[in-house]
């Protein structure tokens, strides 16, 4: 009689467990392996909710983007150690209270460094606390020449001032179009206020007409008492201080009333998603904005890049800002690995000292203020729905 084969502990086991009902437990997965080196973690802070949310979540995924990319490279070491480079992003509905509250708790995480925050007037209070806490901020958009007047050695922006955006802004308008008669409108905004204002001064140094100057907010989006007032001054160009999310409106309205002038703008509302804000009633050639930043023919290669590879990362279009809180990241993570540690005390000194670093969105320099120096400033107009680049200045 053949004698029954014996069954290894394994299938015994099984069996037994089938026998009672029960089934075999199965095998763990293995826990993710830990980070090599220390782990780093880089904050960003800007609006997620709200009317400009979209921009916000550019300057998240420009973060994302540099964190993943100095991560994926294996090559960064900070005092001979591998580094794991982490994001925390926190969303302060572009409103200065809620922004000062986003710059607590991130002092209180302890954050090696902070990109942010987009808006000047958030960004402005916001810088008060991180100095306080000896952290560096970097904005990729805050254009507002406050935020670097103060003497506050741990704040820097990769982006040019209002006042170099907004007398190049006024030059087109005099010596390009060629206006007789501009009218202006702000939001009543640190960035988009100040912007306008720059403007004003510029356009009445040329002996340009300001016909006008209304004011308005950053949540409105019925213009039409105030275009009205303007309508009646027959502008040959409408100026707006503020963002996208207010200027998309503000051109539809227009056309409903039947202005026929130029509406021109700051990099607030130099975005791919101005002519859907619009709904279809932007005229090719109608609106001129400025992008505060820009890349000349050599650099267009890597801006390209930039753009490409973010397309694929996150299957949509650069908004405006991410270039530059890209660049702002780098920058830091250059500083951090030039110092031998992320520990803010020991290298904002040398990113205090950045100079010459190789950007996508140029040469990044900073002065003792903390701006960049020599910073660029694109025009753009709008044919068929898409921005087209008309002159990069200086």
């Known amino acids: 009689m053949n004698r029954p084969a014996k069954l290894s502990l394994a299938v015994a086991l099984a069996l037994g467990l089938a026998a009672c009902g029960q089934k075999e437990e199965p095998k763990k997965a293995a826990a993710p392996a830990a980070p090599a080196g220390p782990v ?35 090559m960064v070491t900070i005092d001979g150690k591998p580094v794991t480079f982490k994001m925390v992003s926190e969303d302060d509905q ?51 020449p406050q935020l670097t007047e103060r003497g506050l050695k741990t704040v820097f922006r ?17 010596h390009e179009l060629k206006a007789k008669k501009v009218a202006i409108a702000d939001d009543k905004t640190a960035y988009g206020e100040g912007l306008a204002n720059e403007v004003e001064k ?51 309205q227009m056309k409903q009333l039947g202005i026929n002038a130029k509406l021109v703008g700051g990099d607030g509302i130099c975005s791919a998603e101005l002519a859907k804000l619009a709904g279809g009633a932007m005229a090719d050639n109608q609106v001129v904005c400025a992008e505060a930043g820009g890349v000349d023919a050599n650099g267009k290669p890597g801006m390209d890049k930039f753009y490409a590879d973010f397309k694929k990362k996150f299957g949509t279009d650069v908004q405006i800002y991410a270039p530059y809180v890209y660049d702002a990241v780098n920058v830091m993570v250059a500083a951090m690995v030039k110092a031998g540690s992320a520990d803010p005390k020991v290298y904002l000194p040398v990113l205090a000292k950045t100079e010459g ?12 203020k903390g701006d960049v120096k020599n910073g660029a400033l694109t025009l753009y107009t709008y044919k068929d729905g898409k921005k087209s680049q008309i002159a990069v200045v200086h």
């Open 158 to 174: 990769t982006v040019g001032r209002d006042d170099q955006q907004g007398p190049a802004i006024a030059s087109y308008i005099a």
């Open 202 to 252: 510029t356009l009445k140094g040329a002996k340009v007409s300001v016909v006008g100057r209304e004011r308005t907010t950053d949540k409105e989006t019925d213009f039409k008492a105030i275009l009205t007032k303007i309508k009646a001054k027959n502008p040959d160009v409408v100026f707006y201080g503020g963002m996208d999310a207010q200027a998309g409106p503000m051109i539809r």
């Open 40 to 74: 780093v973690t880089i904050a960003h802070a800007g609006p997620l909710t709200g009317g400009i949310a979209h921009l916000g979540k550019d300057d998240e995924n420009g973060v994302a983007l540099a964190v993943a990319k100095a991560n994926e490279s294996k």
């Open 357 to 368: 670093y190789k950007g996508v969105t140029g040469t990044i320099s900073f002065d003792e």
């Open 94 to 144: 572009a409103d200065p209270k809620v922004g000062t509250t986003v710059a607590q708790k991130l002092v209180d995480a302890k954050v090696a460094a902070v990109v942010g925050h987009l808006n000047s007037g958030v960004s402005i209070p916001s810088s008060e606390i991180y100095s306080k806490a000896g952290i560096p901020m970097i904005s990729g958009s805050a254009t507002n």
